[in-house]
């Protein structure tokens, strides 16, 4: 069973730059994919962007296209979500979650089986 936390939330001014983190352990999965999700107040959960590993491959929502970037650590068992160019409505709980061997659909919650506990990311105007 993987085990998954998040870090590196907090405040940031609008136009600045924060970068997530997300923290694996348990079971050496063979091939995986790391999803990141966010939900605002009031607000369904949204799919943000999805990394493959080994054979890498990225995904990204339209909201954060060309401003957000996923890859992984040197150790593997690391995830970045480097997010740039940030604006008030990127204010949210963002979560990481694991689907083992790339199961289902990269921008659907109920494809990744775990999830860590979220970190807030709150964007000021």
């Known amino acids: 069973q993987e085990q998954l936390a998040e870090s590196g939330g907090g405040l940031v001014q609008a136009g600045g730059s924060m970068r997530l983190s997300c923290a694996t352990s348990?079971?050496?999965?063979?091939?995986?994919?790391i999803g990141w999700f966010r939900q605002a107040p009031e607000k369904e959960r949204e799919f943000v962007a999805a990394i493959n590993w080994p054979a890498i491959s990225t995904y990204y929502a339209d909201s954060v296209k060309g401003r957000f970037a996923t890859s992984v650590g040197d150790a593997k068992n690391t995830v970045f979500l480097q997010m740039n160019s940030l604006k008030p409505e990127d204010t949210a709980v963002y979560y990481c979650?694991?689907?083992?061997?790339?199961?289902?659909?990269?921008?659907?919650?109920?494809?990744?089986?775990?999830w860590g506990p979220g970190t807030q990311v709150t964007v000021s105007s």
């Open positions: 979650a694991c689907a083992p061997h790339y199961a289902g659909y990269y921008d659907r919650p109920e494809a990744y089986a775990y």
């Open positions: 348990g079971q050496m999965l063979s091939s995986w994919r």
